[in-house]
């Protein structure tokens, strides 16, 4: 007898695949090396001169129905963290355990019973660094050797000079599926397929096992049936299939199926196998299956397109915080955020550059002032080239934007905010399209930075977030402090304004140029922007949102872990001083009078609208006059107060003249 040899596989990954890994790794198996159930299929190809076994993209859709010349098996992953681990991993597979599973999974292969678990066929063992999206690995087909003297094939031919004819061919062909093997018998003049408890166990011949044959060489069959002819007659079930049906004249004939409907009948071949008179152990097997060829290298990040390739490192920080630090995180919230920053400043791009590390992709920017000379050094989205005295900050700012990562969506509005004080001139229906084009903005965004340089150009934009309900995130300068604050929706969490007993001005007017301009010191912007960027993560991935319970002035450890945020607290204000590098969180509550988000304000901007705005502009006073203000302010100057000093007592019975300090 002969040795048959077997061609080997030659493996095709496709591009997708990898993509998918990359996921599976970032936001499934993180740190995890445990093995993942995935999904190859071999096929034919005229055109190759090896049997191709492919991998691709789709591994969680259901299993379709098998093809000719395709079809779909069943395998493991194991991903490693490291280089290292996987070189280890391969150099220890099969390990006394993999070997045991190798041969159980083959025996559910060769037992033919279509209700088994999917038995596992191959192994992928790998390594992903997903900085640079490049991939090493190697695929491990497991094939069990067998002694020397075992057993051999008796002949190989094409079915046309075998006794199978082509009406099994065309009965395959129309069976719904093609498993890895079958038992085909005719039965009445038909040809049945039959599986273990359907035909198998009576003990006659006749039938044919029929193999999917990935090979087109000639005198070499593909891996599936060297899986089979080094497996079936070591199978330790009573019931196998192949055992009992060539018990008689130990021999069994498989057909070895190849092409497609068009040529199968003409590629296909026959083998039979004869077998030893004793029986093989299992402990006498030896494990093969490495593919040739070694480890492998997929360099993904040199053929993806750049722009795709940076969209997707750029959430490579955020998805590695789920791993071990912060892994109830729900990225998507902060992602899918629309963003509108109303000033496009100091503040404002260093905001915005703080978002798109987030993995914040809608971003728009409202601001009337153009790029100054003194701007680059100070405003982090500005080039000396901006400076040209036309250049827009909202629009140099967008541009910016999408140059340090293309795939964000940003568009700058060039407006002026209608503010309180600033007077009307002739112009009213200007400031109406104004006011209506802010609307229109705070209905695309979800939330909304106020990052204007004065108080008065904060009023009309806090008064829109609490009628439109939408969150708004306040950061203010000074020289050496800053101010962050979340405005309250429906808690008693008050707003910028609800501290002040005056309605806002024109604070522009008599200022010298050192009051004209935000004079501070440089490390403060960032220090700001940095925390009220943080500040709007934590409100989106609160149970609670932007009306979550203030964190206490003083928060000890213990307030973090129970403040339900995966961040830690969320405070309602944080002021912090660079003079003595002091911070402290205070919380303000809502004040009823106040003059930008009380409830008298909110119901006559509902009925009036931008009329409000333009009474508001003439005079501001009338703000005091909606919400009582007023009134107060007059209560207040009417009560006598009394001084007391440490020599004045009010009296005491029995007490005369001298009072002693």
């Known amino acids: 007898m002969v040795k048959l040899q077997f061609a080997p596989f030659n493996s095709i990954v496709e591009p997708g695949f990898w993509h998918w890994l990359s996921n599976l790794k970032l936001e499934s198996l993180k740190l995890s090396e445990e093995p993942v159930k995935i999904r190859g299929s071999f096929y034919f190809d005229q055109n190759s001169s090896e049997p191709r076994f492919r991998l691709d993209h789709d591994q969680a859709a259901e299993e379709s129905n098998v093809r000719f010349g395709r079809v779909n098996v069943h395998g493991k992953l194991k991903l490693f963290n490291t280089r290292e681990a996987l070189k280890k991993g391969v150099i220890a597979f099969p390990s006394k355990d993999d070997l045991e599973d190798i041969q159980n999974t083959l025996d559910v292969f060769l037992s033919l019973v279509s209700s088994h678990e999917a038995p596992c066929m191959f192994w992928l063992f790998a390594f992903a660094d997903i900085k640079k999206h490049k991939f090493e690995y190697q695929f491990h087909f497991p094939v069990l050797g067998l002694p020397s003297d075992s057993f051999a094939f008796e002949n190989l031919c094409s079915l046309a000079t075998s006794c199978v004819n082509d009406r099994m061919i065309s009965s395959l062909m129309s069976s719904a599926r093609i498993q890895l093997l079958q038992y085909v018998k005719e039965i009445n003049e038909e040809f049945v397929i039959l599986d273990a408890s359907g035909g198998l166990m009576d003990g006659e011949d006749g039938g044919f096992f029929v193999i999917p044959d990935p090979s087109i060489a000639e005198m070499s069959p593909g891996w599936t049936v060297s899986t089979v002819y080094a497996r079936a007659f070591t199978f330790r079930s009573a019931l196998t299939a192949l055992r009992l049906a060539s018990r008689r004249e130990r021999r069994v004939k498989l057909v070895c199926l190849r092409g497609n409907p068009a040529n199968a009948f003409e590629a296909s071949s026959v083998i039979t196998l004869s077998f030893p008179n004793e029986e093989v152990s299992a402990e006498s097997l030896k494990c093969f299956g490495w593919e040739k060829g070694g480890m492998r290298v997929a360099d993904l990040g040199s053929q993806m397109d750049p722009i795709r390739l940076a969209d997707s490192l750029s959430f490579l920080n955020l998805k590695l915080m789920r791993w071990q630090m912060a892994p109830s995180l729900d990225l998507e919230k902060i992602v899918n955020a629309r963003c509108l920053l109303l000033g496009a400043g100091t503040l404002g791009t260093n905001v915005a550059r703080g978002l798109l590390a987030w993995g914040v992709r809608n971003i728009t920017f409202v601001d009337s002032g153009s790029v100054a000379y003194s701007n680059p050094v100070r405003q982090s989205l500005f080039e000396f080239k901006d400076c040209d005295g036309t250049r827009f900050k909202a629009v140099a700012a967008a541009e910016a934007l999408r140059r340090i990562l293309p795939t964000v969506i940003s568009e700058g509005i060039v407006m002026t905010i209608p503010m309180p004080g600033h007077g009307v001139g002739g112009d009213r229906d200007s400031i109406k399209r104004s006011v209506k084009q802010l609307e229109e903005l705070y209905e695309k965004h979800d939330v909304i930075f106020l990052l204007l340089d004065s108080r008065e150009a904060r009023w009309l934009p806090t008064v829109l977030g609490k009628v439109k309900r939408k969150i708004v995130l306040n950061a203010a300068l000074g020289f050496d402090s800053f101010l962050v604050m979340r405005h309250g929706l429906d808690s008693d969490l008050g707003c910028y304004f609800c501290t002040n007993v005056s309605a806002p001005g024109d604070s522009s007017v008599d200022r010298t140029l050192d009051q004209q301009c935000t004079v ?40 973090r872990d129970d403040d339900g945020c995966c961040l830690g607290i969320l405070p309602h204000t944080i002021r912090g001083f660079l003079r003595n590098y002091h911070q402290f969180t205070p919380v303000t509550p809502s004040f009823a009078q106040c003059v930008a988000c009380s409830t008298y304000v909110m119901e006559d901007y509902v009925k009036r609208g931008a009329d409000l705005v333009l009474d508001v502009m003439s005079d501001p006073a009338k703000l005091e006059q909606l919400t009582g203000l007023d009134k107060l302010q007059a209560e207040c100057e009417s009560v006598e107060v009394w001084a007391f000093s440490d020599e004045e007592s009010t009296g005491s019975t029995g007490g005369g003249g001298d009072n002693s300090p």
């Open 520 to 559: 501070t010191r440089p490390g403060v912007s960032f220090m700001c922007s940095g925390l009220v960027v943080e500040m709007m993560a934590s409100i989106l991935t609160h149970p609670a949102g932007i009306d979550a319970p203030a964190a206490p002035e003083n928060p000890s450890e213990d307030d």
